[in-house]
């Protein structure tokens, strides 16, 4: 069965203490990997798609990495405009577009 | 960035009540339409693929008399929530994917949150 498991469920840092979120999934065939951010009481924001194990991509102070069993979103000097829950999601080979696997994401806090 | 909008964002009704939410692509035309529903600390849950001009496909589990599906137009997918009861209070989100941008991203919407007394 298809799975996608985030950790950790929660991250408390302090401003400009770097960290790393972990997407652990077990997927049939992958189509690619995609991180989103939600903040409270609203739909996820796109960030990255990942394809291919050792792809990285980045994003002001985001860098998303993948490995054919997990993907890492590095989070370098955060600042507290970052807190958000961080999703993570996949799509596999017999999936459609919308049939993203989402993990139940990490929530992160950064605190001035 | 491409731009989905969702509303109401928030709606509270009496148990027996059915409530619509509306979901469009704002600049773009979206042939296919999802939705999703997303309880607290849960994962995002697809209910339904929505095409324009043809009949919903609902998820296993999901019932269709219930959370009625129209996308009527390139831009506007509609969902109902047919006589609701308080287990049908949840975040609803919706999305667009673009027929060129498929295989890159979806674009979701702002969410709705329903609350059933």
């Known amino acids: 069965e298809d799975q996608v498991t985030q950790s950790p469920e929660a991250l408390r840092l302090q401003e400009g203490e770097s960290s790393s979120l972990n997407c652990s999934y077990t997927v049939s065939g992958l189509r690619g990997l995609f991180w989103y951010r939600q903040d409270p009481g609203k739909g996820p924001e796109f960030l990255f798609t990942?394809?291919?194990a050792g792809e990285e991509k980045e994003k002001e102070r985001l860098k998303a990495t993948l490995t054919k069993k997990e993907s890492f979103l590095h989070i370098t000097a955060p600042k507290p405009e970052d807190s958000a829950t961080y999703l993570c999601a996949v799509l596999n080979y017999g999936g459609s577009q919308g049939n993203l696997i989402f993990g139940k994401g990490t929530k992160l806090s950064v605190k001035p | 960035g491409a731009v989905v909008s969702q509303h109401p964002s928030r709606v509270i009704c009496k148990s027996g009540t059915s409530v619509k939410i509306e979901c469009r692509s704002l600049d773009f035309q979206a042939t296919t339409m999802f939705w999703y529903r997303q309880f607290p600390k849960q994962s995002l849950m697809l209910m339904a693929t929505?095409?324009?001009?043809?009949?919903?496909?609902?998820e296993q589990g999901v019932e269709k008399d219930k959370f009625l599906i129209n996308h009527a137009s390139l831009t506007l997918s509609t969902l109902t929530v047919t006589s609701a009861h308080p287990e049908d209070s949840s975040f609803y989100i919706c999305s667009a994917a673009t027929r060129d941008k498929i295989r890159e991203k979806l674009f979701f919407g702002s969410g709705t949150q329903l609350s059933v007394l």
């Open positions: 929505s095409n324009e001009g043809s009949k919903a496909t609902y």
């Open positions: 990942l394809y291919s």
